[in-house]
């Protein structure tokens, strides 16, 4: 399982050209596109989300895993190159980008609640322990926030929910995975 790292580095960098295409064609045509924050801060979360799966993905290929482990953890980035598929909007200046990204809602938030239910999953095929610890509480807080998000429809709220997970997935990696070599 060494190379696992090297698997989800490959898938990770595949999901990751969504949200950056997006952003560079926002950027590229913004005299004709009015992008929507919202938006871009689910693009730089989504970025910083597959940063995190591919920093997990080097600590845990360390260790021996099976088949139903490993199928679980893959489906991490699978679910991430599915979320950045849902949430890429369209660049073209008739296109309202936060209602497209509305239309995709409830599918986008109950994929990214699952994905720390999986994690867990894995954990528990592992048969290892779960401890209370700083991971977990991220997990858990990543799972209300996405359903949080199933139910918040002004904009403005919006926005502010996209920032909140957005600080939350970046303090995660940073405290929970700053030691990990990479």
Known sequence: MEHLWFFVGILA???????LEYLAHSLRDRRI??????VIVWQLFLIVLLIEFWIASLAVSKDEMGIGQF???????FGAM??????????KPDV??????????NVFFLILAALPVISLLRELVAGE???????LFYRI????????????????????????????ISTYLL????????
């Open 13 to 19: 960098g595949a999901a990751v050209r969504s949200p």
């Open 141 to 168: 807080l990543i799972l209300a926030g996405s359903l949080l998000g199933l139910f918040i429809k002004k904009r403005r709220t919006t926005f502010v929910h996209a920032l909140a997970m957005l600080a939350l």
């Open 175 to 182: 405290d929970v995975y700053a030691t990990v070599p990479a």
């Open 129 to 135: 322990s779960i401890p209370f610890d700083a991971d």
């Open 71 to 77: 199928l679980l953890f893959l489906l991490l980035p």
């Open 33 to 38: 596109v009015t992008p929507s924050p919202t």
């Open 82 to 91: 599915v979320l950045a598929t849902l949430s890429k909007p369209t660049v």
């Open 96 to 105: 309202d980008q936060f209602t497209e990204f509305e239309s995709q809602r």
